[in-house]
Antibody, heavy 117, light 108 residues
Framework: QVQLQESGPGLVKPSETLSLTCTVSGGSINSFYWSWIRQPPGKALEWIGYIFYNGNTNYSPSLQSRVTISLDTSKNKFSLKLTSVTEADTAVYYC???????????WGQGTLVTVSS | SYVLTQPPSVSVAPGKTARITCGGNNIASKSVHWYQQRPGQAPVLVIYYDTDRPSGIPERFSGSNSGNTATLTISRVEAGDEADYYCQVWDSYGDVGVFGGGTKLTVL
């Protein structure tokens, strides 16, 4: 069974870049869609974007100008970069696998990223 | 972008039936998926393709989708069902996933 694990700094300063990595184990990253989702404290889930195993990406319109998702197939990892962060970007960030139906069948445990000076 | 609307909260007594709705423009033309999220945990898929249950999800969980409303139904509600529930679709126009605002299910 595939497992996903997020890693990265838990604290980022305003105006800086948030960087997270998701390590995939128990399965190959060379198929499916791989996504990032976030959840501000006490709020709803928000889809950030995805990367397909062939490298194609797409992002939420509200974040598109600040987001980059990339893939490292040799290490079975994919990454998220979010630039020019503000306190509004404070959230639990989840990495996830999206299957053909468009639903998520596997989630990471989530990692809290706080934006604060 | 496509918008999904859920009631903020639903309350139900143990043993009764809970119905959580998810509204969207012609949502019946899309596949709707439902997730359960307990406090401090990652979401768990409970319904996909409108009506299908992943292995390990009790038969008490069922889904339907018609017109502008999809519904998650939980029969014989138990205390352990208390959680936040989110509906989700794939917005084919924007080519991105979309979540509803979530519904907090309270078991009285």
């Amino acid at each position: 069974q595939v497992q996903l694990q997020e890693s990265g700094p838990g604290l980022v300063k305003p105006s800086e870049t948030l960087s997270l990595t998701c390590t995939v184990s128990g399965g190959s990253i060379n198929s499916f869609y791989w996504s990032w989702i976030r959840q501000p404290p006490g709020k709803a889930l928000e889809w950030i974007g995805y990367i397909f195993y062939n490298g194609n990406t797409n992002y939420s319109p509200s974040l598109q100008s600040r987001v980059t998702i990339s893939l490292d197939t040799s290490k079975n990892k994919f990454s998220l970069k979010l630039t020019s962060v503000t306190e509004a970007d404070t959230a639990v960030y989840y990495c996830a696998r999206v299957v053909v139906a468009g639903n998520i069948d596997s989630w990471g445990q989530g990692t809290l990223v706080t934006v604060s000076s | 972008s496509y918008v999904l609307t859920q009631p903020p909260s639903v309350s139900v007594a143990p043993g009764k039936t809970a119905r959580i709705t998810c509204g969207g423009n012609n949502i019946a033309s899309k596949s709707v998926h439902w997730y359960q999220q307990r406090p401090g945990q990652a979401p768990v898929l409970v319904i996909y393709y409108d009506t299908d249950r992943p292995s390990g999800i009790p038969e008490r969980f069922s889904g339907s989708n018609s017109g502008n409303t999809a519904t998650l139904t939980i029969s014989r509600v138990e205390a352990g069902d208390e959680a936040d529930y989110y509906c989700q679709v794939w917005d084919s126009y924007g080519d991105v996933g979309v979540f509803g605002g979530g519904t907090k299910l309270t078991v009285l």
